[in-house]
């Protein structure tokens, strides 16, 4: 069965940095591009990222593209989201979802929170 | 960036009720909508994609339907694990975008 667990989140500084991890399971990870979505506290759901599944075109959301990057590494399973210079208004939960049929958003992983803060 | 509205911003139902949710793009997206339900503290779970296909092990009580902006989601008959979020998602062209969500909840 699919699997997608998120790790990596916590507690940040505001201009710091951190980097999630999100370990696929179940399926031809290589075959697959992989998203990153996030949802505020008591928010609705952004969309922040896509790589396609050879991880020859990437795609960002406006509100944090030149600060975040999405990379996979396709011999492990794995993509990740490398965030910089990160916002008080960049907590939220991260998911990472897998790209399916029509560019949908068709399994999701249970997420992981970030938090900025002082 | 494609704008996504939803109505209405919430749903007050009962349970076997028909339910019927909008959702509008600022611009043309084809068929390239889906749609998702989220329960509180949980994941967002596909329910349709190309606009109207029924994802797998979605109930066939969902539907979705329309083409270039303007789109609907249905539950024919509403039951109780059908009390969530849902949100229409746009994936006609980068950013992808998310409409605002509609609530449903019990009358």
Known sequence: ?118 | DIQMTQSPSSVSASVGDRVTITCRASQSISIWLAWYQQKPGKAPNLLIYAASSLQSGVPSRFSGSGSGTDFSLTISSLQPEDFATYYCHQANSFPFTFGPGTKVDIK
Request: glycine share 12%; with cysteine; net charge positive.
């Open chain 1, 1 to 118: 069965q699919v699997q997608l667990v998120e790790s990596g989140g916590g507690v940040v500084q505001p201009g710091r940095s951190l980097r999630l991890s999100c370990a696929a399971s179940g399926f031809i990870f290589s075959t697959y591009g992989m998203h990153w979505v996030r949802q505020a506290p008591g928010k609705g759901l952004e969309w922040v990222a896509l790589i396609y599944y050879d991880g020859s075109s990437k795609y960002y959301a406006d509100s944090v593209k030149g600060r975040f990057t999405i990379s996979r590494d396709n011999s492990k399973n794995t993509v990740s989201l490398q965030m910089n210079s990160l916002r008080a208004d960049d907590t939220a939960v991260y998911y990472c979802a897998r790209g399916g049929d029509w560019n949908s958003l068709d399994y999701w992983g249970q997420g992981t929170l970030v938090t900025v803060s002082s």
